[in-house]
């Protein structure tokens, strides 16, 4: 069974960082994408950044220049530096693993809460 486990949320005040960390545990292939979804209350869930295991990056316009995302391919880890942090980036944040080769599969986990204070 896979499992994915999210560290690092928290409260912090606008302006400052937060790191976030996920670590999947399981059998998984290794050609996937992993990346990193938040959902605010009344607001649909949306993609923050993700990361094929290639390396090749994206994100959503909102965090370009402020988020940085990054894998360890070795430990099934991925991590989102969240820096300049904005009230408006409040929300859970899941993170995703998605398979893109043979057997597809797409796992998440339980999510992590950051708030930003104004």
């Known amino acids: 069974q896979v499992q994915l486990v999210e560290s690092g949320g928290g409260v912090v005040q606008a302006g400052g960082s937060l790191r976030l960390s996920c670590a999947a545990s399981?059998?998984?292939?290794?050609?996937?994408?992993m990346g990193w979804y938040r959902q605010a209350p009344g607001r649909q869930r949306e993609l923050v950044a993700g990361?094929?295991?290639?390396?090749?990056?994206n994100y959503a316009d909102s965090v370009k220049g402020r988020f940085t995302i990054s894998r360890d391919n070795g430990k099934n880890t991925v991590n989102l530096q969240m820096d300049s942090l904005k009230p408006e980036d409040t929300a859970v944040y899941y993170c995703?693993?998605?398979?893109?080769?043979?057997?597809?599969?797409?796992?998440w986990g339980q999510g992590t809460q950051v708030t930003v204070s104004s």
């Open positions: 399981g059998s998984i292939s290794s050609i996937n994408i």
């Open positions: 995703n693993v998605r398979g893109i080769g043979f057997g597809k599969y797409d796992y």
């Open positions: 990361i094929t295991s290639g390396g090749s990056t």
